[in-house]
């Protein structure tokens, strides 16, 4: 018996939210949790990796798409951060995709 799975070319990896707001405490410990950004590859043999693409000295995101900081952040020293996390999947040639 063999199985075919006929997809389109169109098919992408996509985070489930275009944008995310998360908050944290100034002071926190390192490695304190700050949220989780998710993305979807439409196929469950289809893996994603996740990069993060600023503020990478300060942040954190790991293969669950967890993101953590790096560091005790002080508000006086800086009040908001705009990240930018990218989504690779696992598709040969691999789509990304990227999110703030």
Same mark, same amino acid.
């Not at 169109?10 to 995310?20: G, H, K, M, R």
């Not at 979807?40 to 289809?46: E, H, N, W």
């Given at each position: 018996?063999? !199985?075919?799975?006929?997809?389109? !070319?169109?098919?992408?990896?996509?985070?489930?939210?275009?944008?995310?707001?998360? #908050?944290?405490?100034?002071?926190?410990?390192?490695?304190?949790?700050?949220?989780?950004?998710? #993305?979807? /590859?439409?196929? %469950?043999? =289809?893996? =994603?990796?996740?990069?993060?693409?600023?503020?990478?000295?300060?942040?954190? =995101?790991?293969? *669950?798409?967890?993101?953590?900081?790096?560091?005790?952040?002080?508000? *006086?020293?800086? *009040?908001?951060?705009?990240? /930018?996390?990218?989504? =690779?999947?696992?598709?040969? %040639? %691999?789509? $990304?995709?990227? $999110?703030?």
């Amino acid at each position: 018996l063999i !199985h075919f799975k006929i997809s389109s !070319h169109t098919e992408s990896v996509a985070f489930a939210s275009s944008s995310y707001n998360f #908050a944290i405490k100034e002071n926190e410990p390192e490695a304190t949790i700050v949220g989780k950004v998710k #993305a979807l /590859t439409g196929s %469950p043999l =289809v893996t =994603v990796s996740y990069n993060m693409k600023s503020h990478e000295d300060v942040f954190s =995101v790991d293969s *669950e798409g967890t993101i953590k900081a790096l560091r005790l952040l002080d508000k *006086e020293e800086e *009040e908001w951060y705009i990240l /930018t996390v990218e989504a =690779v999947d696992s598709r040969t %040639p %691999p789509n $990304t995709a990227e $999110t703030m």
